[in-house]
T-cell receptor
Framework: EAQVTQNPRYLITVTGKKLTVTCSQN?????MSWYRQDPGLGLRQIYY???????DKGDVPEGYKVSRKEKRNFPLILESPSPNQTSLYFC??????????FGSGTRLTVV | AQSVSQHNHHVILSEAASLELGCNYS??????LFWYVQYPGQHLQLLLK??????LVKGIKGFEAEFIKSKFSFNLRKPSVQWSDTAEYFC????????????FGSGTRLSIRP
């Protein structure tokens, strides 16, 4: 089944403790992206990648890092999480003339 | 810079009523347009998309949208809503020159009274 898989689904952590949210797609898509969803703000793009080793900042990149060493994986790294990064995160991938296919989301709480 | 506006934050309708959700974008060049739906507790699913050709696009679950280039609009419509359409709806735009950068609107919450 074609899908985007994110892990974990839920995560509670403390301020300053590094964490990684994994994202993997099995559709051989070139483009991948991370979004955060906050009430009243819709989805805001954090980082995106156009292919292996090619990444760029979205609209809200501060406090986040990404890497794209393999085509299928696009992890999101929070080196020192803060409470304002409490949010719902979605990974997505796409190819050519198609919209993004989204993962199931990761609900992150930073206390 | 691209932006997307969804003017209706919360729409409440009765079953069988007709629906129209507004979406306007700002970008002067060629765009691709999308509507996504997010059911409670779930991820976003693509309802329909416009890339080129017929400006009236039909999607899943009886939804359609019309691209009006002169108005920079891409409104979503459904002639008769059902209780199961209760969800949040997001309009999104992608500048043709930037395939990976898709900008989303802030969403419209649709509540259907049974």
């Amino acid at each position: 089944e074609a899908q985007v898989t994110q892990n974990p689904r839920y995560l509670i952590t403390v301020t300053g403790k590094k964490l990684t949210v994994t994202c993997s797609q099995n559709m051989n898509h070139e483009y991948m992206s991370w979004y955060r969803q906050d009430p009243g703000l819709g989805l805001r793009q954090i980082y995106y990648s156009m292919n292996v080793e090619v990444t760029d900042k979205g609209d809200v990149p501060e406090g986040y890092k990404v890497s794209r060493k393999e085509k299928r994986n696009f992890p999101l790294i929070l080196e020192s999480p803060s409470p304002n990064q409490t949010s719902l995160y979605f990974c997505a991938s796409r190819t050519g003339a198609n919209g993004y296919t989204f993962g199931s989301g990761t609900r992150l709480t930073v206390v | 810079a691209q932006s997307v506006s969804q003017h209706n934050h919360h729409v409440i309708l009765s079953e069988a009523a007709s629906l129209e959700l507004g979406c306007n974008y700002s970008y002067g060049g060629t765009v691709n347009l999308f509507w996504y739906v997010q059911y409670p507790g779930q991820h976003l699913q693509l309802l329909l998309k416009y890339f080129s050709g017929d400006p009236l696009v039909k999607g899943i679950k009886g939804f359609e949208a019309e691209f009006i280039k002169s108005k920079f609009s891409f409104n979503l419509r459904k002639p008769s809503v059902q209780w199961s359409d209760t969800a949040e709806y997001f309009c999104a735009v992608n500048a043709y020159s930037s395939a990976s950068k898709i900008i989303f609107g802030s969403g419209t919450r649709l509540s259907i009274r049974p």
